[in-house]
């Protein structure tokens, strides 16, 4: 099933990431066999940091999420414990991965298969082959300037 959401600004986006995230979570146990995983796909400058902002604020993490240059994965621990029994925000952006193999040398299998994670993977579509059965994919589309098309295949 896809949803479509239509965003009008970079505020938009974060508060749509916000809902989502917050929606999610409510509704979604701990898994008992892999990280909660989510792939943003688009093109460059299309909202998928952005979205991710959303996320860390609607978590209420103190450190800031930024466009990694040349980091290919961050954590956010949580300093709380309202979200379930989640503890870990992963940042992934694989634009710059060249193989897979460059990511699975990080540790990412051992990532996704801890179920405490929730992980959100820019440019997820290039580490298709690894990803869990069982995510969300969010397709980013640049509209105009300032407008986003989000849509949300919801597995
Ligand atoms: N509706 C919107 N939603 C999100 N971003 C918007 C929107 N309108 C304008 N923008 C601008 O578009 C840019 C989106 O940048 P962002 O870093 O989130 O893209 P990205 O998809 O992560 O790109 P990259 O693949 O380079 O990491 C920001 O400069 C933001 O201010
Ligand atoms: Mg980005």
Request: net charge positive; charged share 30%.
């Amino acid at each position: 099933m896809k949803l479509k959401i239509i965003s009008e600004s970079p505020k938009e986006t974060q508060e749509i990431a916000g809902f989502f995230i917050k929606s999610v979570l409510k509704r979604e146990p701990v898994s008992n066999k892999q990280a909660f995983v989510v792939s943003l796909e688009g093109d460059l400058g299309s909202g998928k940091t952005e979205f991710l902002k959303g996320v860390a604020k609607s978590l209420k993490l103190k450190e800031k999420v930024f466009s990694p240059t040349f980091l290919i994965m961050k954590s956010f621990p949580f300093s709380n414990k309202i979200k379930n029994s989640f503890k870990t925000l992963w940042h992934l952006d694989c634009y710059r991965l060249e193989k897979i193999k460059e990511i699975e040398s990080l540790g990412f299998k051992e990532i996704i298969s801890e179920p405490t994670n929730i992980i959100f993977i820019e440019w997820g579509n290039k580490v298709k082959k690894l990803l869990p059965l069982k995510h969300w994919k969010i397709k980013f589309k640049m509209l105009e300037k300032n407008t986003r098309i989000l849509e949300f295949y919801i597995p």
